[in-house]
């Protein structure tokens, strides 16, 4: 690090909001030899943070389907960083299925998405055997990642506290409050400071059977409900999600009975499942459903991660530690307030 760098990194940042976005922009300012404390108002199982509901997915190759290319960017460079904090991180990728009558969808989705390879009934047996003979086409996408949201969250605040950062949860701040450098990371709950910020409702169902097992996320194309199945420990999977412009935080009955249709679609194991959980969470959106970095005069806001938390929070971390130091600002997140 040369003297200039030096000269600009912050003796102490206070970080309000310990969800993904908080958790990763509080690890790589410790990294770079800051004192950090992140306050959150909610308790370490972080159960209020829309994460808490996310199917943790580290899809951008998936995902370019139908976003932007800076999410791929971003996307690619947070695998790196995921693997570098969490080795353990499962890298085994994601597999897209259809129906045949699904067809024309499956195949547009081929055409737009990028970073996967066309297979057959017998590959996709191979990857995941209890799908054997239920699908004669799939896409498989080997160089994705998935985490549990619900684990890797406070396994990454271990990590912080590790690090030296002090974590104060049931610690509600306002961030025009606290001194020095500071990151506004309150997802939804930052809308006094950010007013064009949106919550688009996605709504989940986990379900526990032991009569199938998955090794990675399983997306199924649909007409109406593209949904997926996520596998996590203890022969749990979660089913999700919808994407609905509602701020309302309930689970209809239509979203219950396409989630779960969904599921007993991709096998009818799943008509046998225990329901262990159904909710909804707001996924934080500016209008153009893309990430911001706002520097003002007070804060930094790191906002508008939408569906793409996990996936991008490493990258964008990244991004707001090298503009604070000084080294670099990516133009395409970066703002100015
Ligand atoms: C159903 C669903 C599925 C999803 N699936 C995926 C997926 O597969 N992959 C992916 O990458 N993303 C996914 N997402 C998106 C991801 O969950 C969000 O983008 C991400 O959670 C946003 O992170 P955040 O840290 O900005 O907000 P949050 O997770 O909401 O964290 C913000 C935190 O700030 C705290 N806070 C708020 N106000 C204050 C205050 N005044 N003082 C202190 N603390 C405060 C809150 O309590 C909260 O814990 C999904 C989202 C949903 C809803």
Redesign the pocket.
Known sequence: MNQHVRARTPASVSI????????WQALLFAEAGCDVTV????NAA?T????????????PFCESETAEPLITRLGLRSLDLWRDALPETPFNGSLVVAHGRDRADFARFGERATGHKRIGAKEIAELEPDLDGRFHDGLYFAREG?VD?RQVVPALHDKLRTAGVTIEFN????PDDLDGVVLD??????RDACPELRGV????AIVETNEIALSRPVRLIHPRWSLYV?PRANHRFLI???TIESEDRGVSVRSALELLTAAYSVHPAFGEARIVDFG?????AFPDNLPRVVAGNRSIT??G?????????PALAEVTVAHVLGTSTDAEVVRCA
């Not at 991660?305 to 929070?313: D, I, T, V």
């Open positions: 309000v909001g310990a969800g993904i976005a908080g958790t306050h959150e108002r909610g972080m209020d943070s829309t994460g808490h509901w996310a199917g943790g997915m580290l899809a998935h949201p610690s509600e701040a306002s990371c309150r997802g939804i709950g930052g409702k996605g709504e989940v996520v999700g999600a919808t909804a969470a707001l996924r934080p790191v906002n991660l939408y569906r793409h938390g996990f996936l991008l929070a």
